[in-house]
């Protein structure tokens, strides 16, 4: 099992950034990506950004190019997510998500960090 922790969603002003943090404990074993995923209300669930543990390439969805960065800390199996010139179109719950190998492979998903930009 492994468990998911996310903070630091909250309000914020267009053009403001935000910092979010996933932290992940539990048996990770082998970890192949984390990454971020949102939900906007009356919206489908998006693809946000995600980093490839073995190597650190990272990837992102279109619409956050230039804005937002995943990295990770190295001392602790932790990611973040550094969102800066946010908008109105980027209010949405986010999720954390973790992917690997632990006996057989696995996927999990964090409770969920609220984001609100206002206009």
């Known amino acids: 099992q492994v468990q998911l922790v996310e903070s630091g969603g909250e309000l914020v002003q267009t053009g403001g950034s935000l910092r979010l943090s996933c932290a992940a404990s539990g048996r990770t074993g082998r970890i192949d990506t984390m990454g971020w995923f949102r939900r906007a209300p009356g919206k489908a669930h998006e693809f946000v950004a995600a980093?490839?543990?073995?190597?650190?390439?990272?990837h992102y969805a279109d619409s956050v190019k230039g804005r937002f960065t995943i990295s990770r800390d190295n001392s602790k199996i932790t990611v973040y997510l550094q969102m800066n010139n946010l908008k109105p179109e980027d209010t949405a719950v986010y999720y954390c998500?973790?992917?690997?190998?632990?006996?057989?492979?696995?996927?999990?998903w964090g409770q969920g960090t609220p984001v609100t930009v206002s206009s």
């Open positions: 998500n973790i992917q690997g190998y632990e006996s057989s492979e696995y996927e999990y």
């Open positions: 980093l490839r543990w073995d190597g650190g390439a990272t």
